[in-house]
C-alpha cells in the first residue's frame, strides 16, 4: 500500500515540528499540518511504442489551502512515492506563504524516468496524468507547474487535455507554459534567478563582494544551469558544476554558456571543459556560495562537516537534512533555506496566473523587477526574523510562513 512515511516525509515533519515547536503553535493545528489535506493516488495505463501497455503510479498531494488555490509543481522521477509528494506539497505551502502569494501547497508526480519514454509515450503519459487528476486541479483550485523531469511542453499538454474536458482553452491551469498559450515571460529562468537574487543580499550582508565569489552548483537542470549563468553574468566566478553522472571543476572559471549550449546528451564530465569530480568532491570544495541544484537529503550528518562554503543557497528542495543543519551552524555557514532560496520559481508562476486569468501580459523588464522585489523583501524580512528571535534563518523562514498559514486557518475558523 502507499505509505506516506519516507524520508522526505520524515524530514518535512521534522523541520515543521521544531519550528511549531518554537513558536508555540496550537496543538490542534499542529495534528492538522502536519498532515496533506488531501492525496490522490492514481493508476495510469499509457500504451507503448511497441504496443504494450504498461501502468504507472502517479500522485496529487494537496498539503493545504486555507490561503487560496494550491499550487506546485508535477516531478517526474524514478523515486516520486507518495511521501516524498507529500514532503515537497508541505513545503510548498510555507513557501508560498513566506513570500506572501496567495497560494497554498500542492505537489504532483509520476514513478517514471522520463528519458527513457519516447517523445509519444511522454505525451500519452501525461495527459493520462492529466485527465485522472481533473477533478482537482483548475484555476480556482489547485495550479500544477514543472519539477524536476517536467518542463513547458509537458505544461502544454496537460494545459491541453484540462481544455477539451471543460470545452474551451484554460491557460490558468498550469504554470511554466510555453508563451504561444499563456506563459510568461522569464518563467523558465525563475528559480535561478530568485535563487541569484537572495544569494546577491547574502553577500552584501555578509560584506563580500561579488567579484571575488566563487559558485558551485550541484546540479545542471532548470535551476542549476540558470543560476549558474545568471550568478556569472553579475561578475561571479563559477568553478563547478555537475548533473547525475558527475561534474566538471575549473579555478579559474567555467563557461556556463558554451555548457548550456552543448549537445545535452553529452554528460559534463565528458565535455573537457574542466577537470572531472564526482557530486561528493563538488559538494565539499572551497568556494563562496555553494548552491545545491539537485534533489533531497544531499548534505547530511555525514558530509556536512567537510563543506568548505560560507553561503549555503538551497536551489533544490529539501537538500539539507536536520542533523547537517546543525553542523553547518556550528561552522558559521549562512543557510539561504529552500523555500526562501528556490522561490522565484513559484514567485513567477503566480505572475503568469496572474496574467492568464487578467488576459494582459507584462513584459520581461516588470517580471525581473517585480522578482526581485518580492524575493528581496523575503529574505530581508526571514533575516530580521532570525536575528531578532535568535534563530537559524531556516526556523526563521518556516516561522514566519506557518504563521501566516495558522493566522488563516484560525481566522476562518473549523468547518463544520
Ligand atoms: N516546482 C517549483 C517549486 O518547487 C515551482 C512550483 C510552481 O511554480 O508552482 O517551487
Redesign the pocket.
Known amino acids: 500500500m502507499q505509505e506516506l512515511d519516507t524520508p522526505t516525509f520524515r524530514l518535512a515533519v521534522a523541520q515543521f515540528d521544531q519550528a511549531a515547536e518554537a513558536m508555540g503553535l496550537d496543538t490542534n493545528l499542529r495534528e492538522r499540518l502536519k498532515l496533506p489535506q488531501r492525496s490522490l493516488v492514481v493508476s495510469l495505463p499509457v500504451r507503448m511504442d511497441d504496443g504494450r501497455v504498461e501502468v504507472f503510479t502517479g500522485y496529487r498531494v494537496q498539503h493545504d489551502s486555507s490561503r487560496g488555490p494550491s499550487?506546485?509543481?508535477?516531478?517526474y522521477h524514478p523515486d516520486v512515492s507518495l511521501g516524498e509528494v507529500a514532503a515537497?506539497a508541505m513545503?510548498?505551502t510555507w513557501?508560498c506563504a513566506l513570500a506572501g502569494l496567495p497560494?497554498g501547497g500542492?505537489?504532483g508526480g509520476v514513478q517514471v524516468n522520463p528519458k527513457s519514454l519516447s517523445p509519444g509515450e511522454l505525451q500519452r503519459l501525461t495527459r493520462r496524468y492529466a485527465a485522472e487528476i481533473f477533478p482537482l486541479i483548475g484555476p480556482d483550485k489547485d495550479?500544477?507547474?514543472?519539477?524536476?523531469g517536467t518542463d513547458a511542453q509537458i505544461m502544454a499538454w496537460m494545459m491541453d487535455t484540462y481544455s477539451q474536458q471543460v470545452g474551451y482553452a484554460v491557460p490558468g491551469v498550469v504554470?511554466?507554459k510555453p508563451l504561444s498559450i499563456g506563459g510568461s515571460l522569464g518563467?523558465e529562468e525563475?528559480?535561478g534567478r530568485g535563487v541569484v537574487y537572495v544569494t546577491l543580499e547574502a553577500l552584501r550582508h555578509l560584506k563580500l563582494p561579488i567579484e571575488a565569489a566563487t559558485v558551485a552548483v550541484q546540479g545542471f537542470g532548470n535551476v542549476g544551469s540558470h543560476t549558474a549563468r545568471i550568478m556569472q553574468q553579475h561578475g561571479a566566478r563559477v568553478i563547478a558544476v555537475s548533473d547525475v553522472s558527475g561534474g566538471i571543476y575549473n579555478p579559474n572559471g567555467l563557461d556556463i554558456m558554451q555548457l548550456m549550449q552543448r549537445d545535452l546528451r553529452q554528460p559534463l564530465h565528458q565535455t573537457k571543459l574542466g577537470d572531472p569530480i564526482t557530486n561528493e568532491e563538488l559538494l565539499q570544495l572551497e568556494c563562496t556560495v555553494l548552491v545545491p541544484a539537485a534533489l533531497s537529503e544531499q548534505i547530511t550528518g555525514k558530509n556536512a562537516d567537510r563543506l568548505k562554503c560560507r553561503i549555503l543557497s538551497e536551489g533544490a528542495?529539501g537538500p539539507t537534512t536536520l542533523e547537517a543543519d546543525r553542523i553547518l551552524a556550528d561552522k558559521g555557514i549562512f543557510v539561504i533555506p529552500d523555500i526562501l532560496a528556490?522561490?522565484g520559481?513559484?514567485?513567477?508562476?503566480?505572475f503568469e496566473w496572474v496574467q492568464d486569468l487578467q488576459r494582459f501580459f507584462w513584459s520581461a523588464a516588470d517580471i525581473q523587477n517585480r522578482l526581485q522585489d518580492i524575493i528581496t523583501s523575503a529574505f530581508h524580512r526571514t533575516l530580521q526574523f532570525s536575528t531578532d528571535r535568535r534563530v537559524s534563518m531556516r526556523m526563521a523562514a518556516l516561522m514566519s510562513g506557518i504563521d501566516q498559514v495558522a493566522q488563516a486557518h484560525l481566522q476562518r475558523g473549523l468547518y463544520p
Open positions: 499550487k506546485g509543481g508535477v516531478r515537497l513545503w510548498m513557501k497560494y500542492a505537489k495550479v500544477p507547474a514543472p519539477d524536476v504554470t511554466g518563467r525563475a528559480t528542495n528556490n522561490s520559481g513559484v514567485i513567477v508562476s503566480y
